[in-house]
């Protein structure tokens, strides 16, 4: 007796938008926030910024949505935005409107906020344009999605993160409850902070108006947030990600160069 051939698994094809095959996923799970899962295992895209779209289709597909049993293609969109959107949950005191803060409902001495992802490979370029901070603040990273909020513990962000102090006459690049050295001060309207942030290589850069500050060692290929951290009700910041291409050439070179070593800095012990 003739034996029977074997049933192949049906499978999903995930391609880029250029058509090019990134990865087959197989068997077809049952939703698509499965499906994101797999993809993320086999093309290390996080899941928060995947974006899926049937092949026929121009709908980005939900998360809950079936997904049939047949063979099917689908198109994968990276998209970058929770790296540069400010999470708003639990910020019932502050206007967050995508990458603006605005702090006219402050009614803490002070609140962290973070990014709704960290970054955690790859080069990335960012901008925190001040429009107006009336006291201090810091602008970075941090390793703990904790830090959000407006606790005791949280008053000094650099305590457990690689931030640009603003400073009150005088700026600082501090880290790790360590000042690493001196920085400008950050005026009070219209000054852009910027940070190029290498997670494969270790190291973030800091310019103020395209003015290099320095640059200091960060954990590699760790999941960073982007923190600031604002004080008044006149706040108003608005973080940006250009593309590398915008970033000044002087960063590019100070991540190549000699590093700040974040454990040679002087210890702060300022609690607030």
């Not at 974006?51 to 970058?80: R, Y």
């Not at 006459?169 to 360590?178: F, N, R």
């Not at 290498?198 to 290099?212: R, V, W």
Request: hydrophobic share 35%; aromatic share 6%; charged share 25%.
């Amino acid at each position: 007796m003739a034996m029977s051939e074997a049933v192949e698994e049906p499978c999903i094809v995930i391609k880029k938008m250029s058509g090019e095959e990134l990865a087959k996923i197989s068997p077809v799970p049952g939703r698509v926030g499965e499906l994101k899962q797999l993809i993320f295992e086999a093309v290390c895209m996080p899941v928060a910024l995947q974006k899926l779209l049937h092949e026929d289709g121009s709908a980005v597909c939900a998360d809950d949505e079936v997904l049939e049993k047949n063979n099917q293609a689908m198109t994968l969109i990276q998209d970058e935005t929770p790296l540069w959107y400010w999470d708003s949950r639990s910020m019932l005191n502050l206007d967050i409107d995508g990458e603006i803060i605005k702090c006219e409902r402050l009614d803490k001495d002070y609140v962290n906020v973070i990014t709704k992802e960290p970054v955690a490979a790859g080069l990335h370029y960012f901008q925190f344009h001040l429009h107006h901070y009336a006291d201090e603040q810091w602008c970075g990273l941090t390793p703990d999605p904790n830090m959000a909020g407006s606790e005791h513990g949280k008053a000094i962000p650099s305590k457990n993160g690689y931030m640009y102090y603003t400073g009150r006459g005088e700026g600082a690049l501090e880290a790790c409850g360590s000042r690493l050295k001196k920085a400008e001060h950050v005026g009070r309207s219209g000054n852009i902070i910027g940070m190029l942030v290498d997670c494969d290589y270790g190291a973030a850069a800091f310019d103020l108006n395209g003015n290099l500050q320095g640059a200091c060692e960060i954990p590699k290929n760790t999941p960073l947030w982007v923190l600031t951290h604002v004080d008044t009700q006149r706040d108003h910041i608005e973080l940006r990600k250009p593309s590398l291409q915008d970033a000044p050439p002087v960063n590019l070179e100070a991540l190549q160069g000699a590093l700040l070593d974040v454990s040679q800095g002087t210890a702060m012990s300022r609690s607030y």
